[in-house]
């Protein structure tokens, strides 16, 4: 086997295709039919067998750490189903080197979040970790080294926490309009005056602060702190959304009048605000028409949405008139919600993150909203 301290780091492309390379030699080995690159623009890999068949695309990290892996198997899993067609989606994150416990925190995640698609981690030194039909063949444990549990982050915090998304908010303003995000508009030198600004603790703000430098997203010089290598920072920060939701389909009680106006009162009580297509629509960036308007709230529960005195369930086949959901980040969510037309609604960043993954063209209106708000803030100061 060979040594993954040999592989070049900076060669993306070399790694990719060794991951192929490996995937493809085990999955033959194991009695699978392996077809590699089988059309432009589909998965890395088709994996075929009686019964079954598998769509794979494969993502490869350079570091074996569980923050950095986990949003590139999110990544690899959404494309895998998207590209799946006729076939099963299977989503494989690999790395030079990844700790048993590492891998298994990774197909945990998947088991939470995705359990409708099949999981894998890889490494070059030969572990391998599957969860899916058909697939316990692959698994093989890696050549024995005693250094290989310390890659494992020890207490790690979530880059992509509640609160560290608002502070990630609070950074990018300046370079949002006004009226598609509401945060405080300045420039920070320290980590204190990004916590008073942002209205979180000092701590909060250091370590987080912290992170981003370890992690090389804040450019080390200069009077301001300056988030670079956005592509890399707003990729992981979309694929961190990955995530099981809590949502209810409602019908408005007072039927005959205006369900607009029915809305209006829901946004106007200061506990929900427009989400995904709705706040699109709201910013004037919505395209995709159809979808009955979604609503964030803090929290949804029996009794949350017991409180709502003109709202009930749908009754089976019945069209809703809204779906009420949980705001994924409330903290994020609600603070930095704009009112465009008097309607509170979510800020165009949150709307380009949550509206990805949604079945109905949710990709194609996140591509929208890069290309007509966020390519200028991503791509333009993409440095490093």
């Known amino acids: 086997m ?19 390379q490996l995937l493809s030699q085990a999955s033959e080995k194991a009695g699978w039919r392996v077809k590699r690159q089988p059309r432009a623009g ?14 794979v695309e494969i993502k490869v990290g350079v570091e074996g750490r569980s923050d950095r892996l986990i949003p590139l198997w999110s990544q690899a ?10 076939h099963a989606p299977l989503a494989v994150v690999a790395a030079p080197e990844i700790a048993p416990k ?10 939470e979040y995705a359990p409708d698609a099949a999981a894998g981690v890889m490494d070059f030194a030969g572990l391998r970790m599957f969860r899916g039909s058909h697939l316990d063949s692959l698994n093989a444990e890696a050549r024995k080294s005693p250094a290989r549990d310390s890659h494992a982050p020890k207490g790690q915090p979530h880059l992509f926490s509640d609160l560290n998304q608002w502070m990630l908010k609070v950074l990018l303003a300046p370079e949002v309009p006004d009226a598609l995000l509401s945060a405080p508009r300045g420039r920070y030198g320290n980590a204190s005056q990004l916590a008073r600004a942002a209205n979180v603790s000092v701590m909060s703000a250091f370590r987080f602060v912290q992170q981003l430098q370890r992690e090389g997203y ?12 956005r592509g890399d920072l707003f990729r992981r ?23 607009r106006q029915a809305l209006q009162r829901m946004l106007d009580s200061g506990r929900a605000c427009l989400a995904l297509f709705a706040a699109a629509d709201a910013l004037g960036v919505g395209f995709v028409h159809g979808v009955p308007p979604y609503v964030y709230v803090r929290r949804l529960s029996p009794a949350s949405l017991s409180a709502w005195k003109h709202l009930a369930p749908v009754a089976p086949g019945e069209a809703p008139d809204v779906i009420v959901r949980q705001a994924p980040v409330p903290g994020s969510v609600f603070r930095g919600m704009v009112r465009p037309h008097g309607m509170a609604a979510c800020d165009v960043l949150q709307v380009w993150l949550d509206v990805f993954e949604h079945p ?17 803030i991503i791509d333009g100061n993409d440095h490093g």
């Open 218 to 229: 804040l450019h080390e010089s200069g009077a301001h702190f300056r988030l670079v290598r």
């Open 237 to 259: 920060w979309q694929a961190s959304g990955l995530r099981r939701l809590n949502e209810a389909p409602m019908r408005f009680l007072l039927r005959g009048s205006d369900p």
């Open 77 to 86: 899993c959404l494309q895998a189903s998207r590209l799946a067609g006729d």
């Open 42 to 55: 589909g998965p890395d890999l088709l994996l075929r067998r009686p019964g079954v068949s598998y769509a």
């Open 102 to 111: 590492v891998a298994r925190q990774i197909l945990n995640f998947a088991q």
């Open 2 to 20: 060979e040594d993954a301290h040999f592989l070049p780091k900076s060669d993306a492309r070399q790694r990719h295709d060794r991951v192929e």
């Open 360 to 376: 109905t063209r949710g990709h194609e209106q996140a591509d929208l909203i890069r290309r007509r708000i966020l390519d200028r």
